[in-house]
């Protein structure tokens, strides 16, 4: 497949993606609060212990996610513009949730009939594992609505139900924690109740009652579905094991607690900062599908978006690494739980190389060659849970730490070495030039503050993001100029 450059159509998807980012900002930003809020309140109304129940608990949850539902809707996603084009959309999502509801009810089949083995391998109590269960139901609905409302463009009702999503799991959460005294439990059943509340948003923000009639399956999409989502499923639980695994192996070797301080750091860096990160590609990549569908190159946007990237993702993390400690001692509310500074920078850049990824592998969902995305990221996940078993028990924290970023970081290099013909990446060098230079009176600054000044960590952290960013945009007025 050949494809041409056209710089009008091009101009004017930009301008499209900036209004989306416009758009999705809000949700994204207000999660990024939501997110900062929810450490140090969980962890204000939990002992380290049953914080690390409840981090074990939502790993297992993405994990069965991963496998059973959220690769339908992505792929409702990627397949979205084309049967619209074709004017199939009832046959479509009958085919959306007929698989959906089949692999839900897989799960509970396979989940139940080697419950004990889940017991042994996860470390998770019975009444635990059954609320899992039960709470991925509304999780599914949700994963398939959300694609749904972003494959039709819907930025600002997509923005909505992820404000109200993430308040309201946080205000259900302390209502149950505070007058039933549930512990953990507490958190799963404040998720379950508000996503459930967020599922019926959903259903009428998507229109999908006026476009769902049960027909029947067409199975000439079926197999194109789970070619590209199978290999998605597959990419996504080698991700999980590169971010999600150490917590079961430190289990299995110095406990719950431990387990604790390992969600707070990742509750401080991945989810936190893949947020904000994520304001880009949730309004980019639909466009961007489009582009491709109608034969638009579409490497330029790609670069282009990649620049954005770097130049919002590296200062923040550089800053928050540099400044670990009083990171976590501002937005963790409970002193046993401020080891986590040791992981901050390790998990932080461990993010950037995977937020940057969703540029880099783009080319393989373009293509429909998912599965080059699953060889590379099992690749980098196996050499993760070999450095957590080689490195935690003589390094604690720090052979997580290492172990994490080590593996995010091969994932990202693999990714740049294997690329598809048409499909490489433009390196975006003008806005990595500029910031290099914008970098030498960060550095200086830094040097000044750590030997002759100390201010409150806030406000150094606040002006070295104002030097850099400052220098750089004199660089970039000078450069238009």
Not at 181 to 192: C, D, E, I, W, Y
Not at 199 to 212: A, G, T, V
Not at 280 to 301: G, H, L, S
Not at 411 to 429: C, E, T
Request: hydrophobic share 55%.
């Amino acid at each position: 497949m050949e494809f041409v450059e056209n710089k009008e159509v091009e101009k004017e998807q930009l301008k499209a993606i900036f209004r989306d980012m416009v758009k999705y900002s809000p949700s994204k930003i207000i999660g990024m609060l939501g997110n900062a809020i929810i450490v140090p309140v969980y962890t204000s109304l939990l002992p380290p212990d049953q914080y690390g129940l409840y981090s074990l608990s939502i790993a297992m949850l993405s994990f069965l996610c991963i496998i059973f539902s959220d690769w339908v809707g992505l792929s409702g996603l990627r397949f979205f513009k084309h049967h619209q084009m074709m004017q199939d959309m009832p046959k479509y999502l009958t085919t959306l949730v007929t698989m959906l509801v089949s692999n839900i009810f897989l799960m509970f089949v396979i989940a139940l009939t080697f419950r004990q083995s889940f017991y042994d391998f996860f470390h998770i109590p019975v009444k635990y594992f059954l609320a899992i269960l039960v709470l991925i139901i509304p999780v599914a609905i949700r994963a398939l609505l959300f694609q749904l409302l972003r494959a039709q463009l819907k930025s600002m009702s997509f923005t909505l139900s992820t404000i109200i999503n993430q308040f309201l799991t946080i205000l259900l959460s302390i209502f149950f924690v505070k007058f039933f005294h549930l512990g953990a439990v507490a958190l799963l059943l404040g998720m379950g109740v508000s996503i459930s509340l967020i599922d019926l948003l959903l259903i009428y923000q998507s229109n999908i009652l006026s476009w769902f009639k049960l027909q029947k399956i067409e199975w000439n999409s079926v197999l194109p579905i789970m070619k590209y989502g199978i290999p998605i499923a597959a990419t996504s639980l080698s991700a999980w094991i590169i971010n999600q695994s150490n917590k079961f192996i430190m289990n299995s070797i110095h406990g719950f607690s431990q387990v604790g301080i390992v969600g707070v750091a990742y509750g401080l860096t991945l989810p936190l900062l893949m947020t904000i990160f994520s304001i880009i590609t949730v309004a980019a990549i639909p466009r961007i599908i489009n582009m491709y569908e109608e034969k638009i190159d579409v490497r330029p946007i790609i670069s282009r978006f990649t620049g954005y990237y770097i130049l919002i993702a590296l200062p923040v993390i550089t800053v928050i690494s540099l400044y670990s400690t009083d990171y976590v001692s501002m937005l963790s509310s409970n002193d046993k739980f401020l080891d986590a500074f040791k992981l901050i920078p390790y998990f932080a850049f461990g993010t950037f190389f995977m937020a940057i990824t969703d540029y880099t592998t783009l080319q393989y969902h373009l293509a429909n060659k998912t599965y080059i995305d699953f060889i590379i990221k099992l690749t980098s996940g196996i050499v993760g849970v070999v450095l957590n078993i080689l490195l935690i028990p003589d390094y604690g924290l720090t052979g997580v730490g290492i172990a994490t970023l080590g593996a995010n970081f091969l994932y990202f290099l693999l990714s740049i070495i294997i690329v598809l013909p048409g499909l490489r990446l433009i390196y975006p060098s003008s806005v990595m030039g500029r910031m290099f230079i914008s970098a030498l009176p960060f550095g200086i600054s830094y040097y000044l503050f750590n030997r002759f000044f100390h201010l409150p960590a806030l406000f150094e952290m606040l002006f070295l993001m104002f030097i850099f960013y400052g220098c750089y945009w004199l660089l970039s007025k000078k450069a238009v100029n």
